[in-house]
């Protein structure tokens, strides 16, 4: 799925919150320095709130939006580690309006990692910007997390690192959430805020569920279908 999508609007306290922690961004970020030792990752991940198996495609829709999110069975190198390619596709009126290739791979603890994007905004079929595109070890970007093996409460974590460019964010605010989508009904969900620093005004929450994976946002891209090729 596409990474953040401006869909809500913080408020009051919350807003202060957010912008103070952008004001001293510049020595956090400097400190970000994720350990990658290639030995240590998969291309088989199966955490149980984000599996990735190949030939499964999850389908989310809202409003006059689609996307499908497919697990290919190709492999991308990136920091000297392979990462499983998802093909991510977005449509709006029935226009394919952005064509994403995703990098993900899991550690032996079980934490996703996301290692970068290939992106292209698409209009009228053809390719007018690659914004957005990224790859862990090149140009100062670094990998992040976009799911922990065991998610708590009140964690904190970057789900990307590209300094300018894609340094989406994510804190676990629940997980015992129920949740309805057109996929289906789910209790035990675990509840996401997560949010961009280069856009501090804005969030979106997010769902997820053990044995399924991202229920998308019931008021947003919710989940409609998970098909197994």
């Known amino acids: 799925m596409r990474r953040i999508t401006v869909s809500s609007v ?41 599996p990735l198996k190949p030939g499964t495609t999850f389908v989310y829709e809202g409003g006059a939006e689609r996307d499908e999110m497919s697990v290919t069975s190709e492999a991308k ?19 394919l309006v952005e064509q994403t290739y995703d990098w993900y ?21 053809k390719v007018v910007s ?35 460019e894609a340094m989406d964010m994510a804190e676990v605010l629940g997980s015992n959430e129920s949740v309805r989508v057109p996929y289906g009904s789910f209790d035990h ?3 996401s805020k997560e949010w961009t620093p280069l856009e501090p005004f804005f969030f979106e929450h997010k769902y997820y569920v053990r044995g399924v994976g991202p229920l998308g946002n019931p008021r947003d891209l919710a989940l409609v279908d998970v098909k197994h090729g």
């Open 130 to 164: 690659t914004k957005g595109s990224w790859e862990a070890g090149l140009d100062g970007a670094k990998p992040g997390i976009v799911m922990r093996a065991d998610p708590k409460v009140g964690d904190v974590y970057r789900q990307e690192y590209y300094p300018g």
């Open 189 to 191: 969900v675990l509840k």
């Open 77 to 95: 190198k990136v920091m000297g580690l392979e990462c499983v390619v998802v093909n991510d596709k977005a449509w709006e009126e029935g226009r």
């Open 10 to 50: 913080i408020m009051g306290s919350m807003l202060v919150l957010v912008v103070a922690g952008c004001t001293g961004s510049s020595q956090a970020e400097k400190a970000y320095a994720p350990r990658v030792d290639p030995a240590d990752f998969t291309t088989t991940i199966d955490n149980e709130y984000f």
């Open 105 to 125: 791979a899991q550690d032996k603890k079980g934490n996703v990692w996301y290692f970068g994007e290939d992106t292209k905004e698409i209009k009228n079929g």
